[in-house]
């Protein structure tokens, strides 16, 4: 694999780079380019890392990909594409953003971007530590990697100017409220809701901190979602109705509130930062409370099993039509939904990432 990054010749960059582009659905301002995005995070935006580690959390085995390239299951948690693959797909970059470790990984994706995440990770490190998967230090391990490889092909000024000019995306936090907070006693006997948020916001900042020590500069970071809407835990938590659960929903919005708080406070210390905040509350709760208003019929449950609980290896057996469904299964969106959310907030944040709160 070395030898082969190292064979590479700069004559081929351009063409290289040339030969993943597809049409882009977000207008960029004028003579601005994103060469590549670079995510990291949980299995929101996981392209398949957890494939090739030791864990449960895994999902490389059907019916997840029912609606990917030839029905193909990829490690993608979803029944088709992932955030990661449309926002490289609306910017015109490529199609697919591949794990980093996917074994038929080519020097040449190197070019464009890659996926660090890892389904099951979260801000803080118990999480992944339970769930036996990638850390976010971890993932950072693997950038740094990422980086040595990309200067062996095209050298250090041009890997700069990669680095400076792609999009950084950071997912996580479901994982940390979900499974380690309200499913464990770890944090909870130590922690409040508030104090565990400051906790988890710290982690964000520091992780962003670092990323943009090592070159990063145009990166978005999500939010939470509602998540006393997921299906999963109206079923656990909302009585017979499965009523959505108020008190998750406050708690991703008093995370999300600290989150906003302290990138703002980056941007202020970083003056060539261009981190934004990415919400993705909002949308998707309108989606759940008013499904037909963007071409669902099915909002409360998800397309996979029963549609109330299953997920990864529970998940046997899908509905009919996935096009009616918000949910795949108990916690991811179908990649329909994913659609819609994806550009939407990426029509909203674009400038941002440019221009920070200029006008560009």
């Not at 490190?125 to 200067?151: C, G, H, I, R, W």
């Not at 050298?155 to 996580?172: D, N």
């Not at 907070?181 to 104090?195: L, M």
């Not at 795949?328 to 990432?353: C, G, M, P």
Request: net charge neutral.
């Amino acid at each position: 694999m070395a030898m082969h990054f190292l064979s590479l010749k700069l004559v081929f960059l351009s063409f290289l780079v040339r030969f993943y582009v597809v049409e882009a659905a977000i207008k960029l301002p004028k003579n601005i380019s994103i060469p590549g995005v670079i995510v990291f995070g949980d299995s929101v935006v996981d392209t398949g890392n957890n494939n090739n580690i030791e864990t449960i959390v895994k999902v490389n085995f059907p019916p997840y990909g029912k609606d990917f390239m030839g029905g193909k299951p990829t490690g993608r948690f979803s029944d088709g594409k992932v955030p990661s693959d449309l926002i490289a797909e609306e910017l015109g970059i490529k199609e697919l953003l591949p794990a980093y470790f996917d074994p038929t990984l080519k020097a040449e994706d190197l070019l464009t971007g890659v996926n660090f995440a890892s389904g099951g990770a979260g801000f803080d490190p118990l999480t992944s530590n339970l769930a036996s998967v990638l850390s976010l230090s971890d993932q950072l391990e693997m950038f740094k990697d990422y980086n040595k490889k990309l200067e062996a092909i095209i050298g250090h000024e041009k890997t700069s100017i990669i680095l400076s000019e792609s999009l950084y995306i950071l997912v996580a936090g479901s994982n940390d409220i979900i499974n380690t907070y309200f499913g464990t006693p770890f944090r909870k006997s130590t922690y409040d809701v508030s104090s565990y948020s400051d906790l988890l916001v710290g982690y964000a900042s520091t992780f962003v901190q670092e990323l943009y020590g090592l070159g990063a500069r145009r990166i978005g970071v999500f939010g939470l979602p509602p998540l006393g809407c997921l299906p999963s835990q109206r079923t656990l938590k909302g009585g017979a109705e499965r009523k959505c659960i108020d008190i998750y929903n406050e708690v991703s919005q008093i995370f999300n509130n600290k989150l906003y708080d302290e990138i703002e406070s980056i941007n202020a210390r970083y003056s060539m930062a261009r981190v934004t905040y990415m919400d993705i509350y909002t949308l998707p709760l309108d989606l759940i409370h008013n499904p037909r208003k963007y071409g669902f019929g099915i909002s409360n449950m998800g397309c996979c099993g029963t549609g109330t609980i299953e997920v990864a290896f529970l998940c046997k057996y899908t509905c009919s039509d996935v096009s009616e469904y918000v949910f795949w299964d108990s916690f991811h969106l179908t990649e329909k939904a994913y659609r819609i959310l994806v550009h939407q907030i990426l029509k909203k944040s674009i400038n941002t990432f440019i221009c920070g709160k200029s006008l560009c």
